[in-house]
């Protein structure tokens, strides 16, 4: 069984820094492509960052870049997105997402809520 299992969100200032961790069995975690959407209040499910199977290449939304990065342990079957300058508009549920045999996979999504 696929499973997904998100973590790392909370409640943070603006300016200050999250990090979220995905935790992944039930495939091969090494042959995925990975990904982190965030869907806020009212809006649509958003493509935040990917990285590929190897952690060579990685590819963000141009409303993190700069901001966030994505990173994976292949060796632990984790995959990370550290959030750094945070702004108000970042506040959302946090998705990781993986595909296996075509079919996409969620977790239950962590929030992250940036506030004053």
């Known amino acids: 069984q696929v499973q997904l299992v998100e973590s790392g969100g909370g409640l943070v200032q603006p300016g200050g820094s999250l990090r979220l961790s995905c935790a992944a069995s039930?495939?091969?975690?090494?042959?995925?492509?990975m990904n982190w959407y965030r869907q806020a209040p009212g809006k649509e499910r958003e493509l935040v960052a990917t990285?590929?199977?190897?952690?060579?290449?990685?590819n963000y939304a141009d409303f993190v870049k700069g901001r966030f990065t994505i990173s994976r342990d292949n060796a632990k079957n984790t995959v990370d997105l550290q959030m750094n300058s945070l702004k108000p508009e970042d506040t959302a549920v946090y998705y990781c997402?993986?595909?296996?045999?075509?079919?996409?996979?969620w977790g239950q999504g962590t929030q992250v809520t940036v506030s004053s």
């Open positions: 997402k993986a595909v296996r045999a075509g079919l996409p996979y």
């Open positions: 039930g495939f091969t975690f090494s042959s995925a492509i």
């Open positions: 990285i590929t199977s190897t952690g060579l290449r990685t």
